[in-house]
């Protein structure tokens, strides 16, 4: 029994893809596939400008919330304790 190529790529039907999977947690999914959904239909990026600028705003949020939070959890002080 031959082993498979170790070019092969293929995903099998149940993995998800990451690129969904981060998008998803962004809570800005819909948004991504309204983009997605309109670049199939139209093959022009400039008559999809109204989905891509409110998918970048919740993006945008996102990422400010996320960086909020981040800055929450970073200790307050930068003083070392002497020795």
Request: glycine share 2%.
């Amino acid at each position: 029994m031959a082993s498979p190529s170790p070019h092969d790529r293929s995903r099998k039907d149940d993995e998800d893809d990451p690129v969904e999977r981060m998008i998803s947690r962004t809570g800005c999914a819909e948004l991504h596939y309204a983009v997605q959904e309109c670049m199939a239909e139209h093959q022009d990026w400039r008559v999809c400008q109204s989905q891509v600028q409110t998918f970048k705003d919740c993006m945008m949020n996102f990422q400010n919330t996320r960086k909020k939070q981040l800055m929450k959890q970073q200790p307050t002080s930068t003083e070392s304790t002497p020795s």
